[in-house]
């Protein structure tokens, strides 16, 4: 029903822009818009900000890039006045600065929290969005700024019995906000995704035993994670210009490293395993820039992958777990590889033990058990590190409704379609921050949520100075896009692992690759070029007749 039908628009709450979320992308998105003299309004499902860092507060919670990295550079003043205090920062780190921002830039008298977004109708005529809102409140905007996350639906498995438990159960992914302690408890963990590598150390320390279920092993790096020296943070602060220029110009994944100059095989055996000895003990995510080939030849991959599969193999006492324990299913990196603190130690412990999955599937949860080929696993409290709906699935739980009444979930049935990541055809004024056909979990997060709200802005401004009251993503400049998504892709080892990339994870979920993987340097070239080109690809739509002018 169109706004003016049920009451004079000027009655009703009205922004230039809805952002959905108050992640990183959300805030900074606020805040571009807020300096651009742009109404705003944000809703957000939590009572704070944060995003991914509010809800994944599991033990042992981390980020996998080194937190100097992993922060704004929208602000100078703030990447200076910010002491990170580790090499790779813990949660409740990474929220306290997502709090810092908010307070900061005084950003929440704009955020309305335990709030989510049910639906959003484009008003054809009207050229804006109808957007209901969980409190039963409609408001509208021109556009609509999905800033949902890619990571932030969390995915209960559907385990038969799953219901019947006796204890706790918990999801790493919506974790409760008070501490939960498993001392003397019997422990089962489904899934070794990262939230099962970060959390399952911690709870065997605290566990009277933890019981590990295993479909997929995967391949971890250590994070050899250590606090901060102020010598380490100054001199990451003097640098900051040419670090931050680098991630977003020059780095594939968004992240300040030194880059490879050679082939896994341009090496003799006895130099390749020196030169992995020494990212091993280094550790973190740049393990996987020793070679430039590692992500493409699966013969040099396989040189990566046996030399990891060497080290869990040195780490497990016991043949048979560090067997079990030994990724065997995927070229390494081709599922986000994992960055741990003692992870594989933690099966050498008494009161750890290890069941696969794979060979035979949970069969059900009972009362008090799990019950695998057979056999009752006791447990007291269940934990579940069974990832997310990645990249679509937050977008999937809002109604949204384009002209003619097509919703985005139908037109996502056969996988997510859109023009660089941003838009998709037949939803006018809907943007999305790292969308699927973008780098986002590719990249250094930040660096790609940064580039999008940058872009979208700019498209804002130009829209609000030339008069126009609509912009969409053109279909065949869509079709173009996922074709060349798709087809980067597939001259890649990626498209080889049944990974959340391809939303393998979710039963009947249509395999399509769903992020960018041609970097995130090449991707900011292409979007920088479509707009440079007069948003080359995109159709636009003038103000049909006068009405309240965008404000600013």
């Not at 385990?159 to 790493?172: K, P």
């Not at 030849?297 to 060497?310: C, L, M, P, Q």
């Not at 269940?382 to 999937?396: E, I, K, P, R, Y």
């Not at 384009?402 to 055809?425: D, V």
Request: hydrophobic share 35%; glycine share 10%; charged share 25%.
């Amino acid at each position: 029903m169109s706004p003016a039908q049920s009451s004079p628009a000027e009655a009703e709450e009205s922004y230039d822009v809805v952002v959905v979320g108050a992640g990183f992308a959300g805030m900074y998105m606020l805040y571009r818009l807020r300096g651009l003299g742009f109404s705003a309004r944000v809703y957000e499902q939590g009572d704070g900000v944060g995003g991914t860092w509010y809800w994944n507060r599991y033990p042992g919670a981390r980020c996998d890039v080194e937190s100097m990295q992993y922060s704004y550079s929208f602000s100078d003043e703030l990447q200076q006045e910010w002491d990170w205090s580790e090499r790779y920062a813990p949660q409740a780190e990474i929220l306290k600065y997502a709090n810092h921002v908010a307070d900061r830039f005084d950003l929440r008298r704009d955020i309305q929290f335990n709030t989510r977004v049910e639906r959003a109708v484009f008003d054809e005529q009207a050229k804006r969005w109808s957007v209901t809102v969980s409190d039963g409140r409609t408001v509208q905007a021109q556009f609509v700024v999905l800033a949902t996350g890619c990571l932030s639906n969390a995915r209960k498995p559907d385990i038969e019995g799953l219901e019947n438990f006796g204890g706790s159960v918990y999801h790493t992914g919506s974790w409760p906000h008070e501490d939960v302690d498993f001392t003397g408890l019997r422990v089962g963990l489904i899934g070794t995704g990262s939230s099962g590598i970060q959390s399952a150390p911690i709870i065997a320390e605290q566990a009277k035993h933890l019981t590990v279920f295993q479909r997929t092993a995967n391949f971890s790096i250590p994070a050899r994670n250590a606090a901060l020296t102020t010598g380490e943070r100054d001199a990451f602060r003097k640098s900051y210009p040419e670090i931050r220029r680098f991630a977003r110009e020059v780095a594939r994944n968004g992240i300040y490293a030194e880059q490879p100059d050679r082939g896994a095989l341009d090496d003799s055996d006895e130099t390749r395993r020196g030169k992995y000895e020494k990212r091993w003990d280094r550790g973190g995510l740049t393990f996987m820039y020793v070679y430039n080939n590692l992500g493409l030849d699966r013969t040099a991959n396989d040189t990566a992958a046996d030399f990891v599969r060497g080290k869990i193999a040195e780490i497990v006492k016991d043949p048979a777990t560090a067997k079990l324990l030994q990724p065997n299913s995927h070229p390494i990196g081709t599922k986000r590889i994992c960055i741990d603190t003692d992870y594989f130690a933690t099966f050498n412990r008494p009161n750890v033990s290890l069941v696969d999955i794979k060979t035979n599937p949970i069969q059900e949860i009972t009362a008090n058990a799990v019950r695998v080929a057979g056999r009752n696993h006791e447990v007291d409290a269940l934990v579940l590190a069974t990832g997310f709906d990645a990249m679509t699935g937050s977008v999937a739980k809002i109604d949204i409704r384009g002209p003619g009444g097509q919703t985005l979930n139908q037109k996502w049935a056969e996988g997510p379609k859109t023009y660089l990541g941003l838009m998709s055809a037949g939803f006018p004024n809907l943007f999305i921050i790292a969308g699927p056909g973008s780098p986002s979990v590719l990249s250094n997060m930040i660096v790609s949520i940064e580039q999008h709200v940058d872009w979208i802005a700019d498209c804002l401004t130009h829209m609000r100075e030339h008069g126009l009251a609509a912009l969409e993503a053109d279909s065949n400049a869509e079709e173009k896009w996922v074709a060349h998504v798709n087809e980067v892709a597939q001259g890649t080892l990626y498209p080889q692992a049944n990974s959340w990339y391809m939303g393998a994870n979710i039963p009947g979920k249509p395999r399509i690759f769903m992020p960018y993987i041609g970097g995130v340097g090449a991707y900011r070239r292409i979007c920088d070029e479509v707009a440079a080109k007069g948003y080359e690809g995109f159709v636009m739509e003038a103000e049909a007749q006068p009405r309240r002018a965008m404000s600013g």
